[in-house]
């Protein structure tokens, strides 16, 4: 079941804070986050394990709502090297490790 | 994290042949994967690669059209057999790596069959 992300697309100007969501109508047991800039591979952002815990570095940061199954990535401050389509992956089962993915969102970030 | 290089990195074939894509990562790691990514979409699995044993495959992906091999665990190859088309697309291995089980992805093989 793959999840649903959430906008699709958005534009912001240097500085601007963004929220991406990801939802499920099915239970999870994590929600990984990549960053793809266009011709590269998908980069690895963060993991969001059971248990409704935020985690983040710096401006990036990512909450995960086990009971709502949905988790949300969020943005501050942002910087042009922002730009790029954000997925979230998804794990449904312990000692499970295959990736579902979302359709994506496009954050283009302009000065 | 662990580093994952592929080869080729991209590739025109013709229909009806077929192409191998190698995937090696600088560390040991229990799993590896792969993806088919067309352009401007999303990820979808094709198959986990195991070692030591076959591979296990997605709905809609069969061995005899993807065979892999994991002769070990910093390697492991795809083939695209029976080129057509419809398989041009950008394929990537990726491995869990870390305490967390991340999964990490390699720089993409860019197929083109004419």
């Known amino acids: 079941q793959q999840p649903v992300q959430s906008p699709q697309a958005v534009i912001l100007r240097e500085g601007e804070d963004a929220v991406i969501n990801c939802s499920s109508s099915k239970a999870l047991y994590s929600v990984h986050w990549y960053r793809q800039k266009h011709g590269e591979a998908p980069v690895f952002l963060m993991i969001?394990?059971?248990?409704?815990e935020q985690k983040g570095h710096e401006k990036i940061s990512a909450s995960f709502n086990e009971k709502k199954q949905q988790s949300s990535l969020y943005l501050t401050a942002s910087q042009l090297s922002y730009s790029g389509t954000y997925f979230c992956?998804?794990?449904?089962?312990?000692?499970?490790?295959?990736?579902?993915f979302g359709k994506g969102t496009k954050l283009s970030v302009i000065p | 994290s662990a580093v994952i290089s592929q080869k080729p990195s991209r590739d025109i074939c013709q229909r009806g042949t077929s192409l191998t894509i190698q995937c090696q990562v600088d560390s040991q790691v229990t799993m590896m994967f792969w993806y088919r990514q067309q352009p401007g979409q999303s990820l979808t699995l094709i198959a986990t690669a195991n070692q030591g044993s076959e591979a296990t495959y997605e709905s809609g992906f069969v061995i005899d059209k993807f065979p892999i091999s994991r002769p070990n665990l910093t390697f492991s190859t795809l083939t695209v057999s029976n080129m057509s088309p419809e398989d041009s697309s950008i394929y990537l291995c990726?491995?869990?790596?870390?305490?967390?089980?991340?999964?990490?992805f390699g720089p993409g093989t860019r197929l083109t069959v004419l």
């Open positions: 992956g998804t794990v449904r089962g312990a000692g499970s490790y295959q990736l579902t």
């Open positions: 990726s491995a869990l790596s870390g305490p967390t089980f991340s999964q990490f």
């Open positions: 969001l394990l059971k248990g409704g």
